[in-house]
């Protein structure tokens, strides 16, 4: 049985930073892409960064780009998160989730984890 659990959210200041974990248990990450999602009050899950299998590349949406770097360790079979100059919109609860493929459709997703809060406030 899969079980996908994220970890290091938590309050921040705007300007500041968090590292985000996600490890998966059950399942071998080699094969797979992670991907980062976040969902804030009242809005649809958007997806903001992307592990791919493979090449290993990385992607990240434009919102993100330049501010989050996305890194994996497949001994750990954990991803993570580093997320730089954090401002009040990115507050939202952050999920990871597998796929056989980057991509920023939440519905082609699996075995998601029960998420981490991340609120950035002053």
């Known amino acids: 049985q899969v079980q996908t659990v994220e970890s290091g959210g938590g309050l921040v200041q705007p300007g500041g930073s968090l590292r985000l974990s996600c490890t998966i248990f059950?399942?071998?990450?080699?094969?797979?892409?992670i991907g980062w999602f976040r969902q804030a009050p009242g809005k649809a899950r958007e997806g903001v960064a992307c592990?791919?299998?493979?090449?290993?590349?990385?992607h990240y949406s434009d919102v993100v780009k330049g501010r989050f770097t996305i890194s994996r360790d497949n001994a750990k079979n954990t991803v993570y998160l580093q997320m730089n100059s954090l401002q009040p919109e990115d507050t939202a609860v952050y999920y990871c989730?597998?796929?056989?493929?980057?991509?920023?459709?939440?519905?082609?997703?699996?075995?998601w984890g029960q998420g981490t809060q991340v609120t950035v406030s002053s």
């Open positions: 989730a597998t796929n056989r493929v980057c991509s920023w459709a939440a519905t082609r997703y699996e075995n």
């Open positions: 059950g399942m071998t990450l080699d094969y797979y892409a």
């Open positions: 592990f791919s299998t493979g090449d290993h590349s990385q």
